[in-house]
């Protein structure tokens, strides 16, 4: 069998706290293949953000270990880029400098000045930014500045891009056209590729996996999806696609019912608390 491009095993996090320690993850299995796109969707303090950054070598897991391509990920490296929600673009900079900022740290001593200007222009071209090099992020729309975030993480040459929620903060249309810019960069490249996304529709147009977290504390993979979609895609052809639509069904029914568990909590601890139990809460312990 090929060995996985990345593979975590038995992946414990525990954080330590003034009650005591905090598992927020047990025992995370995955195997992800090379050019492979992997959605991570749960509700918010599952610990999608906390497996993304042991992925990154921004955290270091309590148990078990991160592999890529048969060696350990101990710390962060240039052939794991991250592309936050917000931008993280350096104000002061230019467009142009934000990308080389990343370029000289990787490639410093690897390339000439006019081959970093080259390669520094082509990935600003990828996403539609190399009219506005010279422009600083305080002259660029959100989503402008998203672009440029991507081309930045783009330009380290990386095997995995990492985003964390990177169309979140953008408005629907912005959203779509760069949901549809990163399928096609994607496709060319054949980066691997862990997205984390509250987005149902958004995980299953872009994904190859999604992977559906357990609520916290003590997550862990709740089920494993495979997107069997052709590529490319097309999001107005596939919005009426009964398997689409299957797919799509599937996630919401997972993120619903771990929602009614955490909703059912709450009436409980209200009764315990003071005997009695709203109508509200009622409703929805039957539901």
């Known amino acids: 069998m090929t060995k996985p491009h990345l593979e975590l095993t038995g992946v414990e996090m525990a954080f330590d706290t003034p009650k005591g320690s905090f598992v927020a993850l047990d025992n995370i299995n ?18 999608k953000s906390t497996v993304l950054n042991i992925v990154a070598g921004l955290l270091q897991a309590s148990k078990g ?19 936050f929600q917000n931008h993280a673009l350096m ?3 230019t467009v142009y400098e934000n990308v080389d900022l990343a370029v000289q740290q990787v ?45 930045r993480a783009l330009a380290m040459k990386p095997s995995v891009l ?7 903060a ?15 960069i994607q496709q060319d490249l054949n980066n691997t590729v862990i997205m984390i996304t509250h987005d149902v529709d958004e995980a299953v147009l872009l994904s190859d996996r999604i992977i559906m977290m357990t609520n916290g504390p003590a997550a862990a993979v709740g089920e494993d999806l495979a997107i069997n979609l052709e590529r490319p895609r097309n999001r107005v052809t596939l919005a009426d696609d009964p398997t689409y639509v299957h797919y799509r069904q599937e996630v919401l029914k997972f993120l619903y019912e771990k929602q009614r568990k955490l909703e059912n ?23």
């Open 107 to 151: 490639f410093r001593k690897a390339m000439t000045k006019q081959e970093r200007r080259s390669w520094i222009h082509h990935n600003l071209e990828l996403v539609n930014m190399a009219h506005a090099a010279n422009k600083r992020p305080g002259e660029i729309s959100g989503g402008m500045a998203q672009r440029v975030g991507i081309a």
């Open 91 to 93: 104000p002061w900079l």
């Open 170 to 184: 953008l408005d629907a249309l912005t959203r779509a056209h760069l949901q549809d810019s990163l399928m096609s």
């Open 162 to 168: 990492l985003m964390d929620e990177p169309f979140g």
């Open 65 to 83: 270990g991160c592999i890529l391509d048969g060696h350990e990920i101990n710390a962060p490296g240039p052939e794991r880029a991250v592309v």
């Open 30 to 47: 995955l195997k992800i293949k090379k050019g492979e796109f992997v959605s991570l969707i749960g509700h918010s303090g599952c610990g």
């Open 265 to 287: 909590i709450a009436p409980h601890r209200n009764k315990k608390a003071t005997g009695t139990t709203s109508k509200h809460s009622a409703l929805t312990a039957k539901t």
